[in-house]
Each structure stands twice: as C-alpha cells, then as structure tokens.
C-alpha cells in the first residue's frame, strides 16, 4: 500500500496484489486479487475502489500528471470525477 496523495478533500492510495510486507520474504496469503487505487472522498466520507481497466486508465493519469504537472485544482477536479462513482463508506482510515 503506498499513499499517492493527501488533501484536505481526497486521499489515493496504491494497493498492489499479493505485496509483500516489510520484513516478510514472500506474501503470505494473496489480500487482493489485482493492483488497485482507492480513492477517498473526505468531503463525503466515501470511497471508490478501481482496480482492471479503471485502475489502468487511472495509472495513465497518473502517468500524465508526471510529465504535466498539474495544478492541485486540476488533480482535484479529476479526482472528484472519480469520486462521483464512490459508493462505499469509509469504515476506518
């Protein structure tokens, strides 16, 4: 798991399939089946988990970003596009 960003208004984080933890030689039991983002909405205190095309689609983003460098606005405003499709409350953080 490794943190991409924080803002007042949204967290994302990375989560990647059978991570090995710190200190561990091998993963020990599989916690997700495919690479993901989580995308946390704070303002509503909802997440969105994208993972297959979604987590591809938003990689490219990210990609993006890295030679662009946007503006914070511009970050969150494509991160609030994301975050419409947020379902699931935050439970524990």
């Known amino acids: 798991m490794h943190m991409l960003y924080d803002s007042e208004s949204f ?3 990375r989560m990647q399939a059978n991570a ?10 599989p916690m997700l089946e495919r690479n993901g983002f989580e995308i946390v909405d704070k303002r509503s ?4 988990y994208l993972d297959g095309s979604w987590a591809e689609f938003f ?35």
Not at 45 to 48: F, Q
Not at 71 to 93: I, K, S
């Open 11 to 13: 967290a994302v984080v």
């Open 59 to 93: 990689q490219q983003q990210i990609t993006a970003w890295q030679h662009t460098t946007p503006t914070q606005e511009e970050v969150e405003d494509t991160l609030g596009q994301y975050a419409e499709l947020a379902q699931n409350p935050v439970l524990m953080h």
């Open 20 to 29: 090995v933890a710190e200190g561990d030689a091998a993963p020990v039991t």
């Open 45 to 48: 205190g909802k997440e969105v």
